[in-house]
C-alpha cells in the first residue's frame, strides 16, 4: 500500500518501519502501550493517594446518649485522623488518674524541654515552669494546647510514647477496637488513626465513668497569665443545650468535632469529621442534631427548651432562648430556632438593673423577637453571657416591645457590644436597664 501524502525523511523511515512489520504485531504493541501506560496511570493513583488524603474523609454519627441508639451514621468506620479529638483520651487518663488518687487538682506538673518544643496551639510555658493539674484541664479543654498535652503524658506516663501505648490500651478496653493513639496531643501522625464510632464511645465512657469532671468542657474561657483563652466549641454559645465536648483540626483531618447536647434531660452525642471549615463543619454538625431532635419530637412538640445557666448566674448563650416551645400550627415551619408566635421572651424577668443594649422597639412582639435573635447570632461572641428580654410597655401610642440583651458589666462594655454590632448593620443603643431607657 502506498501513499501519496508528503512525508519528510523521518516520517518515511518511521512508515517503513511499520510498514515492514505485520499488522497484527503493530496492533499488539499499541495494546501493550496503552496497557502499560494504564498501568503506570494506577500506579501513580495508588502512590498519591497517601493516609493523608485516605483519612481526609467526610464521616459523621449522631447517637442518643441514653440509649445508644444510632439517629444518624454516614461511614461510621472509616478511619480517619482524630487531631486535637485526641486530647478527650488524654484527659479521660487525667481523670482516671484523678479518681484513683494518683494526682490531685492542685499536683504540680513539670514541662520538658519536648513539651515546650511542641508546635502551637499551645500555652507557651518554659522548660522547668510547673502548671497545676486543674489548670492543664482547663488549657487542654479551651486553648487545646499541644504543650500542655505532652507536660500531662510525661507526668502520667514517663515518656509520651509510653502514654500513647497507655491510651491505646484504654481504648481496647472500653470498646474503641479501631482507635491507635501514637501522641498524646492529636499532631500529625500516620499510625494515628480513630473512627465516628469509636469517638462516640469515648464520649459515652468518659461521661459514664468519669461524670464529675465532665463539667469542664462547658468552659468558655480560661484565663492564664495575663492572657485570656476561648473555647474553640463554638456551639457552646450558639446551639441550645451543647454542654461539650472537644474540636480538632490538621490539615490531613480537616476540622472535626463531638459535641453533646442536652435538652430537657435528652442527651444526644454527634460526631462530624472532616469538615471543610470551622463553620461548615459547626452548621453540619447542627444540622445533624437539629433533625434528631425533629425525629425524636412527640405529639407535634418541640422539646421545649431551657436556659442554661453559667456559674455567675447568666443565661448563655441569649439566642438559645428565642427557641420555639411549641408546635401549635402545623403549617408553621418546624424548625428549631425559628420563632414561633406563641413564644414569649417576657416571660423571663427583666433585670432591675445594670447595663444593657437595645436592638429596637416595635408594636409587634414577633419583630421583637425577631430582633433579639438576629443580634445574638450576629455577634454570639459579645453577646454570649447576656440575657435575652422582650419588654413589653405602654406609652401614649399604645403597647412597644422592646427588644433588649441584659447583663453587662458596666456602660463602656455595653457600648463596645453595640459598636460590634453597628459594625455589622445591626441598629443598637446602649442603656441602662434600670431606667426608661
Same mark, same amino acid.
Request: charged share 20%; glycine share 8%.
Given at each position: 500500500?502506498?501513499?501519496?501524502?508528503?512525508?519528510?525523511?523521518?516520517?518515511?523511515?518511521?512508515?517503513?518501519?511499520?510498514?515492514?512489520?505485520?499488522?497484527?504485531?503493530?496492533?499488539?504493541?499499541?495494546?501493550?502501550?496503552?496497557?502499560?501506560?494504564?498501568?503506570?496511570?494506577?500506579?501513580?493513583?495508588?502512590?498519591?493517594?497517601?493516609?493523608?488524603?485516605?483519612?481526609?474523609?467526610?464521616?459523621?454519627?449522631?447517637?442518643?446518649?441514653?440509649?445508644?441508639?444510632?439517629?444518624?451514621?454516614?461511614?461510621?468506620?472509616?478511619?480517619?485522623?482524630?487531631?486535637?479529638?485526641?486530647?478527650?483520651?488524654?484527659?479521660?487518663?487525667?481523670?482516671?488518674?484523678?479518681?484513683?488518687?494518683?494526682?490531685?487538682?492542685?499536683?504540680?506538673?513539670?514541662?520538658?524541654?519536648?513539651?515546650?518544643?511542641?508546635?502551637?496551639?499551645?500555652?507557651?510555658?518554659?522548660?522547668?515552669?510547673?502548671?497545676?493539674?486543674?489548670?492543664?484541664?482547663?488549657?487542654?479543654?479551651?486553648?487545646?494546647? %499541644?504543650?500542655?498535652?505532652?507536660?500531662?503524658?510525661?507526668?502520667?506516663?514517663?515518656?509520651?510514647?509510653?502514654?500513647?501505648?497507655?491510651?491505646?490500651?484504654?481504648?481496647?478496653?472500653?470498646?474503641?477496637? %479501631?482507635?491507635?493513639?501514637? %501522641?498524646?496531643?492529636?499532631?500529625?501522625?500516620?499510625?494515628?488513626?480513630?473512627?465516628?464510632?469509636?469517638?462516640?464511645?469515648?464520649?459515652?465512657?468518659? *461521661?459514664?465513668?468519669?461524670?464529675?469532671?465532665?463539667?469542664?468542657?462547658?468552659?468558655?474561657?480560661?484565663?492564664?497569665?495575663?492572657?485570656?483563652?476561648?473555647?474553640?466549641?463554638?456551639?457552646?454559645?450558639?446551639?441550645?443545650?451543647?454542654?461539650?465536648?472537644?474540636?480538632?483540626?490538621?490539615?490531613?483531618?480537616?476540622?472535626?468535632?463531638?459535641?453533646?447536647?442536652?435538652?430537657?434531660?435528652?442527651?444526644?452525642?454527634?460526631?462530624?469529621?472532616?469538615?471543610?471549615?470551622?463553620?461548615?463543619?459547626?452548621?453540619?454538625?447542627?444540622?445533624?442534631?437539629?433533625?434528631?431532635?425533629?425525629?425524636?419530637?412527640?405529639?407535634?412538640?418541640?422539646?421545649?427548651?431551657?436556659?442554661?445557666?453559667?456559674?455567675?448566674?447568666?443565661?448563655?448563650?441569649?439566642?438559645?432562648?428565642?427557641?420555639?416551645?411549641?408546635?401549635?400550627?402545623?403549617?408553621?415551619?418546624?424548625?428549631?430556632?425559628?420563632?414561633?408566635?406563641?413564644?414569649?421572651?417576657?416571660?423571663?424577668?427583666?433585670?432591675?438593673?445594670?447595663?444593657?443594649?437595645?436592638?429596637?422597639?416595635?408594636?409587634?412582639?414577633?419583630?421583637?423577637?425577631?430582633?433579639?435573635?438576629?443580634?445574638? *447570632?450576629?455577634?454570639?461572641?459579645?453577646?454570649?453571657?447576656?440575657?435575652?428580654?422582650?419588654?413589653?410597655?405602654?406609652?401614649?401610642?399604645?403597647?412597644?416591645?422592646?427588644?433588649?440583651?441584659?447583663?453587662?458589666?458596666?456602660?463602656?462594655?455595653?457600648?463596645?457590644?453595640?459598636?460590634?454590632?453597628?459594625?455589622?448593620?445591626?441598629?443598637?443603643?446602649?442603656? %441602662?436597664?434600670?431606667?426608661?431607657?
Amino acid at each position: 500500500m502506498r501513499f501519496k501524502t508528503r512525508l519528510g525523511p523521518k516520517a518515511m523511515a518511521t512508515v517503513s518501519t511499520d510498514q515492514s512489520r505485520p499488522m497484527w504485531q503493530s496492533q499488539g504493541l499499541r495494546i501493550c502501550y496503552a496497557l502499560s501506560v494504564l498501568m503506570l496511570m494506577i500506579i501513580a493513583a495508588v502512590v498519591l493517594t497517601t493516609p493523608a488524603a485516605m483519612a481526609r474523609t467526610y464521616t459523621a454519627m449522631v447517637i442518643d446518649a441514653e440509649t445508644g441508639d444510632v439517629l444518624h451514621e454516614y461511614r461510621p468506620d472509616h478511619k480517619v485522623y482524630p487531631a486535637s479529638l485526641t486530647k478527650i483520651m488524654t484527659l479521660y487518663m487525667l481523670f482516671d488518674a484523678l479518681e484513683s488518687g494518683k494526682v490531685s487538682l492542685s499536683s504540680r506538673m513539670n514541662v520538658s524541654k519536648r513539651a515546650w518544643g511542641q508546635a502551637p496551639s499551645k500555652l507557651g510555658l518554659q522548660p522547668g515552669e510547673t502548671i497545676s493539674v486543674k489548670d492543664a484541664i482547663l488549657a487542654l479543654v479551651t486553648k487545646s494546647a %499541644n504543650d500542655i498535652a505532652v507536660v500531662v503524658a510525661e507526668h502520667l506516663g514517663g515518656t509520651e510514647i509510653k502514654f500513647a501505648q497507655m491510651m491505646t490500651a484504654k481504648a481496647r478496653q472500653i470498646g474503641m477496637k %479501631n482507635t491507635t493513639f501514637r %501522641n498524646a496531643s492529636g499532631l500529625p501522625n500516620r499510625g494515628q488513626l480513630t473512627t465516628a464510632r469509636d469517638m462516640i464511645r469515648l464520649a459515652v465512657s468518659l *461521661r459514664k465513668d468519669y461524670g464529675n469532671y465532665y463539667h469542664y468542657f462547658s468552659t468558655q474561657k480560661f484565663s492564664y497569665g495575663k492572657r485570656t483563652y476561648g473555647n474553640h466549641n463554638n456551639l457552646l454559645a450558639s446551639y441550645y443545650g451543647t454542654d461539650g465536648i472537644k474540636t480538632g483540626y490538621i490539615n490531613a483531618s480537616g476540622f472535626n468535632l463531638v459535641a453533646s447536647v442536652n435538652r430537657n434531660g435528652h442527651r444526644l452525642i454527634g460526631v462530624v469529621f472532616g469538615g471543610r471549615t470551622a463553620r461548615s463543619r459547626d452548621d453540619q454538625m447542627k444540622k445533624l442534631l437539629d433533625q434528631a431532635y425533629l425525629d425524636l419530637k412527640k405529639g407535634g412538640e418541640i422539646i421545649a427548651p431551657r436556659p442554661r445557666i453559667s456559674p455567675d448566674g447568666k443565661i448563655l448563650p441569649a439566642d438559645t432562648q428565642l427557641l420555639m416551645a411549641k408546635q401549635n400550627n402545623a403549617n408553621e415551619a418546624e424548625q428549631p430556632g425559628r420563632i414561633d408566635t406563641e413564644t414569649v421572651v417576657a416571660r423571663l424577668s427583666p433585670e432591675t438593673g445594670g447595663w444593657g443594649i437595645q436592638v429596637g422597639a416595635f408594636s409587634d412582639q414577633r419583630r421583637a423577637q425577631e430582633a433579639v435573635l438576629t443580634a445574638a *447570632r450576629t455577634a454570639p461572641d459579645v453577646l454570649r453571657l447576656t440575657r435575652a428580654a422582650v419588654e413589653q410597655q405602654t406609652n401614649g401610642s399604645g403597647i412597644v416591645y422592646r427588644a433588649r440583651l441584659l447583663g453587662f458589666g458596666g456602660e463602656q462594655e455595653a457600648r463596645s457590644a453595640c459598636a460590634a454590632l453597628r459594625k455589622e448593620k445591626v441598629a443598637c443603643i446602649p442603656v %441602662n436597664a434600670g431606667g426608661a431607657g
